[in-house]
Every structure is written in C-alpha cells, then in structure tokens.
C-alpha cells in the first residue's frame, strides 16, 4: 500500500481515507492504481510520478507511432495484456541487444518472472521504465491491427524471402513475384495502416540489414514497419507496377502515380523512387482529395490575412505568389483559391508538376520536360487557351516570369510559386529574375509566405505558467507587432499558456492535425512607390507592417495566446529563436 501511504504523506488523502481505501483494495482485490484513479483521489499523472518516485523507476512517456513494429513483437500480444508490459525501445550503440520495457507494475512478481522468461528465450537485456496504463493502452490500440494483418503477411513473406534475394535474383522474375499474394498483401497493409494513421507519406528505405517504412504525421517521421531486406526488389516492383514505372529502371528517379480503393474510399498515391546506397528509396505521398476542399479558416487564415486574400481573388486579374519550403501547404492553398474560383463561367487552366489533386471543371496539365514540355511552353500554350484563371506550378526561370507577369498584365489571374524565405523577399526576386520594377506593382496583387505548425489537441491540452524565458520572449514579440493587430491582443493575469500533454485520442502525441502560419503581403499605392524607386526587402517590409502585416512569427504568437498551438511548435516552424 506504499502509493496512499505516500498520498497521505504528502497531504492528498486523509488518514481515515487511506484505511478506507485499504479495506476497500482487500475486498476486492483490485490494485492501488485502479482504486485511487477510480474514486479520483489523484490524476495518472501526478499518481505514476508519485509511483516513480517511491519505487525508483523512471516513468517514461512514449508515442505509440514512434515504436517499431518489430520492437513491439518482441513482447507478445497476449503477454502485453496479461502482464501490462510492452517493449518500447531496442539497441544502443553500447548495448545492441538492449531492450527498453515499459511496464505498469514492475514491482509485480510475476511480471518480472515473465520477463526474464522472455529475456532468455530471446537471448536480449533489458531495462525497465515505468509507464502509465493509458499510455499502454495506446500502445496496444495503436498496434493492434497492425499486428495481427502485418503478422500474417510478414510470416508469408519471410517463406517467400528465401527464393527472393537482391543479390542474385533476375530482373525479368521480379515482376512476377511482385504479383504473388504475399507481396501484394504486404503492400496493401502498409498503404491501409498509413490511410488509418493519417499519415502524410509513406518511406520505404532499404537499409544494411532489413527495409525500413517510416509514415510522415503531423509533419513528424515516425518508424513503423522492419521487413526482410530481400523482399525489397519485390515490394519496389509491386509500387512500380501500380504506378505504372519501368520495373527494369533502378538507377534513375521515378515519378508516378496510382489509385487503390482503401476501407471504402478511393485514395490516390503519388509515387517517387530514388536510388541509394542500399537500392532504391520509394517515397508515396497520400493524396486525400478532401484536403483540397479546405475552408481558408481551416487551414488557418484569419483576421487581416483572410481578408486580403479573399479581398484579391474578387479581382479580375493579377498575380498572386506563394512561397515557402516543401511541405509547407502552399499547393493545398492554392487549390483552395482555386475552389472559390472554380465557376461554370470562369475557364480555369493549369500547368503543373506533379498534378497533385484532380479537381472536376479545372483543366489540369502536366509538365513533361524530357520531352520539352516545360512551365514556360506550357503557359505559353495556356494563353491560346483563352483562359480566364491560370495556375503555373512554380517560375523557375527568366521565361516564366516574364510570361506569367505579362499574362497577369492582360487580363488574367495567375497563380504560382516562387522560392524565397518571406513574402517581401518576392519582389527583389523578380526583379532579378529580369522583370522590370515599374511593372511589379501593376501586375502583383498579394503574396502568400507560409509554414505549416501541429494543432494542439483539444481533448488533452492544459494550461500551464510557462516559464519566464518563454513569457519575455513573447511579450518582447508583442511589442513589435503592427499598431492594428497590438491593440486586439488581451494579456490575462495570470500569464497561461496552453501546452501538449498526450492521450488516448492523439497517440499521447498532444497534437493533431496541422495549420497553416501565414504572411500575406497585398500591393498597395505606398509600396508601389518604393518598389519603382528602391525596391529593397527591409524598406519593403517596414512599409508592410505599418499597413498591418503580420509575420509567419507574429501570427504564430496569436495562435499561441489562442490555445491552437505552442511556441515550441512556432519557433520550429520560422525558425525564430
């Protein structure tokens, strides 16, 4: 009885309480752990870091998606459950056949003879952590499927690995054995665990000894699977022939695309291998079709950034850029201009690379450079079009600039991308890439800079007093906001912030979903001005933020002080520090 005796040490309980509790463990055989969280005496929380502290374990807080599956099976199913352990961890550089455990009760017996069971059986150390039983939940609900479907198809798949080796096996067997059941099995489970997951990207990355497949949450790479190193070949020409790639092609980058009909719903795949060291790398981007279908508030504009943008694409003509890295959500913004624009009486023709979503009323095409096809040709070939709205994928050269300036110029609105760090660094960009000053402000309408940041979870997230580093980093943030947006912000006394905590509806990851942080700047008389006098980026955004533009960091802090997410996650994203 150490946990109420510890409770009542420090105050929790009262005496009469704990001998109440006592009797009540003794009737009915329960442990301290359900008695004390079912009569809510103390939190999960504050009662495994109480037990952490009485029996000198550390507890350990782990997410369910970052542990391997075949870490997972070390410990079986059956003695996850019986015993409330789960292997969490495996290997250090010093210790390669260590394991981490994660147990509920390590101070029972019989947990501990099960273990060292496993142990010897599976010729492994370990060390033991403490973890609470919501997080084992999670562990078991996150892997559950996964285990039972992948348990079957790696059996199979280990049978079929001894006739299947990359170093000996002929190019013109691969596409056969790519077509056995084993393969496509294990193909189809990997794609139904990523569209389950939600995951962004599937990885499937061959290593030294053993193919890796990592899933992308939330921005995050995650492990998931370890397969056969010699089923490689085969899970590679499966995608290859879905994708419809060149089987016999393992030297040079691929790129295609697929469909399958996954729990009911079609979902697209877009496909990319790349050779390595240890052979080919396939990367698969999720295409979910409902992500184009976003609200601007959905991804995350609000206030004045909303209005701008919904203020410019009201216009019948004009430019407008986005920017950001990879990843950041600027196609999925621009889909989601073009849905509002997307009209019976509006021709809406595209040129892109790849085509990502495929919208019904939109004309999509796709570049094609082996054969000459690029985004200068292929906007050129837009304009004969007589299109009313033109999306180019990105302006890469002198050609294209000019082009989709000119097109915006005429009459036209012009969407594309353009790679700079901020949206006041578009202007000095074009200007180097050979547009001319006095026609930037004609033809450029708004500029859209972004990131992408994780939501907090609104199931789990608490508020907490955050420490005075983060409250002077950013109540000094504050003070330099524009006058517009300084005078809607409210400072509550006490400071409170709100911050990650992890549970049973996020993975214990304290996060969900992603949103957007935008910087949007529109063409104004003032700015149009100083860019045919002195067009430099500081100049351009001094000028910004007196009419009221906010940083990727500046909204990032509002939606902090909102409770959408934390600094953490902001700094991450703009790299402020």
Do not use: W
């Not at 492994?124 to 562990?139: D, K, M």
């Not at 497949?213 to 492990?223: D, Q």
């Amino acid at each position: 009885m150490k946990l109420l005796q510890e409770l009542f040490a420090q105050g929790y309980i009262s005496e009469a309480v704990m001998n109440d509790l006592k009797k009540l463990i003794e009737k009915t055989g329960k442990t301290e752990e359900d008695i004390i969280l079912s009569k809510n005496i103390a939190t999960e929380e504050l009662l495994f870091d109480l037990k952490s502290k009485v029996l000198g374990i550390p507890l350990k807080k782990i997410k369910a998606e970052d542990i391997a599956f075949d870490v997972l099976e070390l410990i079986p199913e059956e003695a996850s459950v019986n015993y409330k352990m789960a292997s969490i961890g495996k290997g250090t550089e010093a210790n390669p056949n260590l394991v981490q455990i994660g147990m509920v009760y390590p101070e029972d017996i019989a947990a501990q003879s099960a273990l060292r069971f496993l142990a010897n059986q599976e010729n492994f150390t370990y060390q033991v952590y403490l973890i609470t039983l919501s997080n084992l939940a999670a562990i078991l609900k996150q892997h559950k499927n996964i285990s039972a479907e992948s348990k079957e198809a790696l059996q199979e798949l280990t049978l079929e690995s001894k006739r299947i080796s990359s170093t000996i096996i002929k190019k013109s067997s691969v596409s056969a054995i790519s077509e056995e059941a084993p393969i496509i099995k294990m193909v189809l489970v990997i794609l139904r665990h990523a569209i389950e997951g939600n995951a962004s990207d599937i990885h499937i990355e061959p290593g030294r000894d053993k193919l890796n497949v990592r899933f992308r949450l939330n921005g995050i790479l995650h492990p998931s699977l370890s397969l056969p190193l010699q089923v490689h070949p085969a899970v590679v020409a499966r995608i290859k022939i879905l994708s419809g790639l060149k089987i016999d092609e393992n030297r040079l980058p691929q790129d295609g695309r697929f469909s399958e009909r996954i729990n009911g719903r079609d979902v697209d795949f877009r496909v990319s291998t790349f050779a390595t060291l240890y052979g080919e790398k396939v990367e698969i981007r999720v295409l979910d079709s409902s992500t184009g279908l976003r609200s601007f508030e959905e991804l995350g504009l609000s206030g004045r950034s909303l209005e701008v943008v919904k203020d410019a694409i009201k216009r019948p003509y004009g430019m407008i850029l986005f920017t950001g890295p990879t990843g950041s959500g600027k196609t999925t913004t621009q889909y989601a201009i073009l849905r509002v624009l997307n009209q019976d009486s509006v021709n809406i023709v595209t040129v892109e690379d790849p085509i990502e979503y495929s919208i019904a009323g939109i004309n999509q095409s796709q570049v094609k450079p082996e054969i000459g096809y690029t985004f200068a040709n292929g906007l050129r070939q837009i304009l004969r079009q007589d299109p009313n709205v033109i999306m180019v994928g990105e302006i890469r050269d002198e050609e294209t600039a000019s082009l989709a300036v000119n097109a915006a110029l005429t009459g036209h609105v012009v969407l594309s991308t353009l790679h700079t760090n901020s949206s006041v660094g578009v202007v000095p960009r074009l200007i180097d890439m050979g547009v001319r000053p006095f026609l930037i402000p004609s033809a450029l309408k708004l500029v859209i800079s972004q990131r992408l940041i994780r939501n907090l979870c609104p199931n789990c997230k608490i508020k907490v007093k955050p420490p005075e580093k983060i409250r002077n980093y950013i109540l000094d943030r504050i003070k330099e906001f524009p006058a517009s947006a300084k005078s809607l912000i409210k400072i509550e006394d006490p400071f409170l912030l709100y911050e990650a905590k992890g549970c049973d509806s996020c993975g214990l990851t304290g996060y969900t979903g992603r949103v957007g942080l935008y910087e949007v700047l529109t063409m104004t008389d003032e700015l149009a001005e100083l860019i045919q006098k002195n067009p430099l980026e500081s100049l351009i955004f001094k000028v910004a933020q007196k009419q009221g533009m906010l940083t990727m960091e500046q909204e990032g802090i509002l939606k902090v002080l909102n409770g959408q997410t934390t600094i953490e996650e902001v700094i991450r994203a703009t790299g402020e520090r």
